[in-house]
Every structure is written in structure tokens, then in C-alpha cells.
């Protein structure tokens, strides 16, 4: 089985024939007495289980092993110093088909083919936001408000014609969810002011833009196994910056993978203040607080449910490949997308 | 495409014709998903069929390996682990036979082995063969090219068709 490598300490990755050596050097944070009790870590792993690699540290990669990485489909994911994404190297597809890159292009450029697609994924994304409302409302109560709010907006957002429209919707229902939170969130620590993203400036939006890219980055590793172009998204803009599908279906799955996950880490006390570093102007995660975080996250990503449809136990990681298989369907002309919604 | 290439893309797409004309046009528009249940998928991804040089063998789906042709003889050597002969797998290797005297090599016959069952058959071509192959291969051609996927149909094969997600979710 394949699975994605998290990389946190400094060290160095290195080829030898079919294996990928990771020396780890020192952690960032460990003090010198634990540097000095800890031999230096090296250790194999064939490249046949790798999915994807996640580097945190401050890693020395020389071409011989990107070369051999790219061979092999394995991407790999930069975050730099402060554990903000940087970029993806994305080996060269190994999945291409003229037949759906030119059917995706040409549900882009009819406005409303896109159209179409890109509301679905905003309902479905607000649908699992309703998901967590509700689950929370059962358990603490006091979210109602919230709930028929975000509801009547969801109805009202039925009627727009265009993605500009969606996007203000989706803005309006945002801010209310975030609110939200302050009901759920059962710490002083983590109170949401308002969401601030470049940088983030208190420990919760620190966590919300720590989540949300792991969630891009995964999304990213799942379309690079299809034959769908990341580059070509349909509610957010193609960017240059950015693979931009990633984010489409980042936004249909945040609600399950990184909000639940923060509430529960919250309000268990399994993150805290001391999982933070912040000035005045910007606060980020340190080494501890993404290890923890991170750790939840592979953790979630390998629970399984049993699929409706499929009648066989699919992770949520897979949920993400499925519904790039089915946007190829959709594309192609077999079967309407229907998002991901949370059904249990 | 080399004539190998060929022998083996052409012998790819008549075995999906037998099992499934959707299996054949997915995987014709290279359209191919990575199954993850093991290390052993992962080989079957990068190729749907290894063509080992050295070993001089051909596999396909992992079901059969068919050793390289013996010229001397004329016999293709094929060894098979259960003692089953699928349609699918029969048309196969009568495919090959076929390409082979489309190439102008005349006489050749497959020996299939199963070691397991001290078992072994023994398979000619036959002119009706040829006029099916005929139709088969003229079929495959009319389905290619086709904007439409067919239909899913659910089959035995789908349960371990590396398709199955992208079918039936
Ligand atoms: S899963 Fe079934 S229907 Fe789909 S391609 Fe495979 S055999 Fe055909």
C-alpha cells in the first residue's frame, strides 16, 4: 500500500537502486541534549510505497533522486520554514489523454458547462458544512441561528446565474460558519475574530491555512493518479500560480478534512498555545504543532467508510480520487457530477 | 509502434473485447486507473502489459505469460496458472497466431501449459477463427474511435477490474 511521507526534520533524501534513503538530521526544536542522544536517523523505504512526499524541513535533494522520484509518479510537496505551501514539483503526467483534455477544456470554456460544475461543488461543500453545523448542534446546541442562516442563503444561492454570484455566496456563508465557531470551540485560546490569511495572524487561521493546504496538497497527489488536468479548474480561476483544480476539490472536502479536525483537536486539547509562534503581525505553526496536526490529518485521511454505491470501505483519501473519476465521467458525457456529500 | 508494440496493444484490446467493450474503449483512450491493493498494481500501472526482454515473455493483467516464440519450432509457449482458459484469454493467443501469418509467418500453433494440473492444450487456427478475427478486429476499430463510453454493464469481471471505482461510483 502506498502512503505519503511526512518530513519534518532536516536531513537529506538519497537514491539507492529501487530505495529512498531518508537521513534525518536534527529536529528544529529538539534542544541539544536530545540531539546528542539520538544517533543519526536513516531510513529505507522502497519507493514502490511511496504516494507522495511531503517535505517540512530543511532537506537537500540532489537531481539523481528527483529524477528517480518523478520516474516513479511520487510528487513532491514544499512547504517552506513557516509551514506555508510553496509549490509541488509534479513529475511529468504519466496519465494523459488527449480524449478527456479536450473535453475538459471545452467544459471551461462554455460558461455554462462551468457554471454547472462549479455550483456543484459549492453545494456540496456547503452541504458538509451544514454536515459539521449540525453534528455540533446535536452535541452543544446554540447553532441553530447559524444553521437556518446558512440554509437560506444556500436556497437563495440556487438562483445565481453566474460564478461571481457563486462566490459572494459562498463569502457570506463563510463568514457565518466561522462564526460559528466560537460556539464550537470550547478554548480561549482559539477564538475566530475574522479570517486573515496572508499571513494568518492568530492560532486559528494559522491552523485553517496549515489544513487547507495539506487538503490542496492531497487534492493534488489524487488528480495526478487521473488523467485530469490540475491546471484546469472550473469554480475557481485557471491560475498561473496555482494547479487550481486542487482548490475546486479542496473546497468540497476542507469541511471534513481539516474543520472537524480542528474542532476535535481543539477542544481535546491536543493542540495548544504552545503549538504556535506569533508576533503582532503573523502566527504560524511550529515544528510540534504540524507534526500533531499533521499526524491527525494522515489519520483521517486513512479512515474508511463503507461507500453506498461501491458496497466496498473506501478512506477519505480515496473519496478525493473518486471524485476525480467522477468529473471524468461528467466530462465526458456519462454521468452528471454529483459532489461529495457527507452521508453519514 | 513497434510490430512487438503492436502485437501487444492489438492483443491487449481483443482480450477487453471479450471481457468488456467499455474496459476496451477506456482503455484505448488511455484512459487508465491505478488500482492501490498492493505493489503489484503499481507494476500493472506502468504497464498493462511488461514485456520483459530478457525473460522474453509477454504478460498480460498478470493472468498469463506467454514465453517468446520459439521460431524453431513454431510454437508459442504459453504457461498458465489455473486451469481455466477464459474466452477472453482463448481469442488472445489466437490473435497472435493470426498477426503472426498476417506478417507472412506461416505455421505457427500455442502450446499452453498449466504445470499445476499436468495439463496441456494445444491451439490452431482455423479458418473460421480467421473470419471471426476478422469481425473482431473490425469491430474494435468501429468501437475506438467513438465519442460515447459504452455503457457499463456489471459483470463478474467488474469485481477485479482496475475500473471498477470509476465505473461503479
Ligand atoms: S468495471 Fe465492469 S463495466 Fe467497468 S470496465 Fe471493468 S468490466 Fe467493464
Keep these: 500500500m502506498e502512503k505519503p511521507f511526512y518530513i519534518f526534520s532536516n536531513g537529506r533524501i538519497r537514491r539507492k537502486d529501487n530505495t529512498v534513503f531518508f537521513e534525518y538530521g536534527d529536529s528544529n526544536d529538539e534542544s541539544q541534549e536530545e540531539k546528542e542522544s539520538k544517533p543519526a536517523n536513516r531510513r529505507a523505504v522502497p519507493v514502490e510505497t511511496i504516494d507522495s512526499i511531503y517535505l517540512f524541513g530543511e532537506v537537500d535533494l540532489n537531481n539523481k533522486v528527483i529524477n528517480f522520484l518523478g520516474q516513479n509518479h511520487i510528487p513532491i510537496h514544499f512547504f517552506n520554514y513557516y509551514g506555508y505551501y510553496t509549490g509541488t514539483f509534479y513529475p511529468r503526467e504519466y496519465a494523459v489523454s488527449g480524449h478527456i483534455l479536450v473535453k475538459q477544456v471545452s467544459h471551461y470554456v462554455d460558461p455554462g458547462l462551468r457554471f454547472a460544475i462549479a455550483q456543484e461543488i459549492i453545494q456540496s ?9 449540525k453534528y455540533y448542534e446535536r452535541r452543544y446546541g446554540d447553532l441553530s441561528g447559524f444553521i437556518s442562516h446558512i440554509e437560506n442563503k444556500n436556497r437563495e444561492m440556487g438562483s445565481s446565474r453566474s460564478i461571481e454570484e457563486l462566490m459572494g455566496f459562498e463569502g457570506q456563508i463563510h463568514k457565518r460558519y466561522f462564526e460559528a465557531w466560537n460556539k464550537i470551540l470550547k478554548s480561549e485560546t482559539f477564538l475566530f475574530d475574522k479570517r486573515t490569511r496572508m499571513p494568518p495572524d492568530n492560532p486559528i487561521n494559522a491552523l485553517i491555512s496549515f489544513g487547507n493546504s495539506m487538503v490542496y496538497a492531497t487534492a493534488l497527489s489524487e488528480i495526478y493518479k487521473t488523467q485530469l488536468n490540475p491546471a484546469i479548474s472550473y469554480l475557481h480561476q485557471p491560475s498561473t500560480k ?22 476535535s483537536m481543539i477542544n481535546h486539547n491536543q493542540i495548544r498555545e504552545n503549538h504556535f509562534e506569533s508576533n503582532l503581525e503573523f502566527c504560524y505553526l511550529n515544528e510540534k504543532g504540524r507534526r500533531t496536526f499533521t499526524e491527525q490529518f494522515d ?22 480520487k473518486l471524485e476525480c473519476y467522477k468529473l471524468v465521467k461528467h466530462i465526458l458525457g456519462e454521468e452528471e457530477f454529483k459532489g461529495f456529500r457527507m452521508w453519514w | 509502434m513497434t510490430l512487438d508494440q503492436q502485437l501487444k496493444h492489438t492483443g491487449t484490446l481483443v482480450n477487453y473485447y471479450f471481457v468488456c467493450k467499455r474496459k476496451l474503449w477506456l482503455f484505448a483512450h488511455q484512459i487508465n486507473f491505478e488500482t492501490e491493493s498492493d505493489t503489484v498494481a503499481l507494476g500493472r500501472l506502468l504497464s498493462e502489459i511488461s514485456y520483459d526482454r530478457q525473460k522474453k515473455e509477454i504478460k498480460i493483467d498478470e493472468m498469463i505469460s506467454i514465453d517468446w516464440i520459439d521460431f524453431r ?13 477464459e474466452e477472453a484469454h482463448l481469442w488472445q493467443v489466437k490473435y497472435y497466431l493470426y498477426f503472426l501469418e498476417s506478417k507472412g509467418v506461416q505455421g505457427f500453433r500455442a502450446e499452453i501449459n498449466y504445470p499445476k494440473f499436468h495439463k496441456r492444450e494445444l491451439i490452431e487456427l482455423i479458418d473460421s477463427d480467421r473470419e471471426y478475427l476478422k469481425e473482431v478486429i473490425k469491430e474494435i476499430e468501429e468501437i475506438l474511435p467513438r465519442d460515447e463510453i459504452p455503457e457499463k454493464v456489471r459483470i463478474p469481471a467488474c469485481r477485479s477490474c482496475s475500473y471498477f471505482e470509476f465505473c461503479w461510483v
Design chain 1, 125 to 133: 461543500s456547503n452541504h458538509n458544512i451544514l454536515k459539521n453545523l
Design chain 1, 242 to 263: 496555482r494547479f487550481s483544480l486542487s482548490l475546486d476539490l479542496a473546497e468540497i472536502f476542507k469541511p471534513l478534512l481539516v474543520d472537524r479536525l480542528i474542532f
Design chain 1, 299 to 320: 489519520e483521517k485521511l486513512k479512515t474508511t467508510v463503507k461507500h453506498p454505491s461501491l458496497k466496498r470501505n473506501v478512506s477519505y483519501r480515496q473519496l478525493i
Design chain 2, 73 to 85: 519450432n513454431k510454437v508459442i509457449h504459453e504457461v498458465k496458472k489455473s486451469d481455466k482458459l
